[in-house]
Every structure is written in C-alpha cells, then in structure tokens.
C-alpha cells in the first residue's frame, strides 16, 4: 500500500491516543470499500446536531452522495473544508480544493 507522509503522521497521532480529528480513523475498514470515493476533512463553524460543538475537527470517507451533503453544509457556512482527496481502491489523491469542487460540478 502506499501511504502519504499526512497519512503517516495521522496514523502516528491516532496510535498514540491523539485525538486531534473525530470521526474516520485514516485506516478505518470504510476507506477500501468500493462505494468510497471522497475523503474530506473539515472544521466544524458552527454547533451542528450530527457533527457537535463548534471548533471541531473531522474526517470523513465518503461516497459521492454523502459528499454533496457536506459541500451543500460548507455552502451554508455550517463547515469548511480543510482537505479532500479522491479515493481510488483504499488510495488517497489529494487535490487543492478550488480545483477538486470544480471537478465535481461538472459531474452533476
């Protein structure tokens, strides 16, 4: 498998108990199923009933559907992205976030 050094430092902090990000772990059993195309991680702007307090900070692996869900949150300033990436078979390709959501309007 190859893994990206951002991975590495996440799978570092999440074994020694860190827990800097909710939600996903980086090599949670959801990233390699086949459905899985997006991974995304955000800070939380506003209070929100399924993601919690204000502040927080989560990632996510996605299918196409549950990521259109969050950019339409993002849209409404409830949340912003910090990274994304393209999951292709378990594989992380990240992509800066202007180009990635223009990527995905045309896909609509």
Same mark, same amino acid.
């Given at each position: 498998m190859c893994i990206s050094? #951002?991975? =590495?430092?996440?799978v570092?902090?999440?074994s020694e108990g860190v827990m800097a990000v909710q939600g996903d772990? &980086?090599?949670?059993?959801?990233? !390699? =199923? /086949?459905d899985i195309r #997006? &991974?995304?991680? !955000?800070?939380?702007?506003?209070?929100?009933?399924?993601f919690g307090e204000?502040? *927080?900070y989560h990632r996510y !692996? =996605?299918?196409k559907?549950?990521?259109l869900e969050l950019i339409d949150l993002q849209n409404q300033g409830v949340l912003r992205f910090q990274k994304q990436a393209l999951v292709l078979e378990g594989h992380l390709h990240?992509? /800066? *976030? &202007? #180009?990635f959501s223009e990527i995905i309007g045309r896909e609509k």
């Open positions: 050094i #951002h991975e =590495l430092l996440a570092a902090r999440e772990s &980086m090599l949670c059993e959801k990233r !390699f =199923l /086949p #997006h &991974m995304v991680e !955000f800070l939380l702007l506003e209070e929100n009933e399924w204000k502040g *927080a !692996f =996605l299918t559907e549950a990521y990240y992509l /800066p *976030a &202007m #180009h």
